[in-house]
């Protein structure tokens, strides 16, 4: 038999995947805001989603970041130096706990700040991981029996009390010929997560003809270095073009544009 594990992170619930397993975890991401050597808690709705089964559920920590394409990348816990996965605590009787069919439970989750840490590191991060420990028979699409777990991740986030300053940075913009698409660089050089919409758009300099592109949404961490790929449309006339483009990333004070001139040839 097939041991089939499903993993979602930041993701509410996952019965759609199987039928007869899930488990809902809400809300996907949770923001802690405290000082030095202070106390933070906020609570996580653990629901077992399943019609039939009773789900024994384990909870653990671990770490995350974005790479440069802003996927999530997962480590174990306290292996990344924007880490906070230490200072979180969770009781012993919620750590591991079992749901029947249809039930929920709260689970209370406090950080502790040391008294001391690096402050060049204005933001940290964990994962807080509810894993089910007893797999469930199931069918895949193609019949066979299966035994299927499930895992869900909810986002921690800590920053102190420190006047919050958003800010990127466009740092360039490139076309790439063979690949019909544009390449943008950006870095987020503030001291608080940064999430918005990259809105470009493309300019026929002989026509004048406008087309409004795909928009984009992005999710970035101080310090975070980002590469974006934006598609172009296909069978591209020749001619000489302009790409303009918006990032949004709060209120109207804090927008960042850019644009690029270039011939396809």
Request: charge should be negative.
């Amino acid at each position: 038999m097939k041991i089939a594990a499903v993993f979602l992170i930041a993701v509410c619930w996952c019965s759609n995947v199987f039928a007869q397993t899930g488990v809902s975890v809400s809300p996907p991401r949770l923001y802690f805001e405290s000082d030095a050597g202070q106390s933070s808690r906020q609570k996580v709705t653990v629901t077992n989603v399943s019609s039939t089964h009773v789900m024994n559920l384990a909870v653990s920590l671990g770490d995350w970041q974005y790479n440069e394409m802003g996927e999530n990348m997962m480590y174990p816990a306290d292996s990344l130096s924007t880490s906070c996965a230490g200072w979180v605590n969770i009781s012993k009787a919620d750590s591991y706990f079992s749901l029947k069919p249809g039930e929920n439970r709260e689970v209370e989750v406090n950080i502790t700040v040391p008294n001391v840490f690096k402050e060049n590191i204005p933001t940290h991060t964990a994962m807080l991981y509810v894993t089910q420990m007893n797999p469930v028979d199931d069918v895949d699409s193609s019949g066979a029996n299966i035994k299927v777990s499930v895992r869900s991740g909810i986002k921690l986030f800590h920053r102190t009390n420190e006047i919050k300053k958003r800010k990127l940075e466009i740092e360039n913009i490139l076309f790439d010929k063979k690949a019909n698409h544009i390449q943008l660089y950006f870095s987020n050089n503030g001291n608080i997560w940064a999430d918005g919409i990259v809105y470009p758009e493309l300019l026929n300099g002989a026509t004048g003809k406008k087309t409004v592109l795909d928009h984009i949404v992005f999710y970035s961490m101080p310090a975070d270095k980002r590469k974006m790929l934006i598609s172009l449309p296909e069978n591209l006339e020749k001619g000489k073009y302009t790409v303009n483009i918006l990032i949004d990333y709060g209120d109207d004070n804090t927008i960042e544009m850019g644009e690029l001139s270039f011939t396809n040839e």
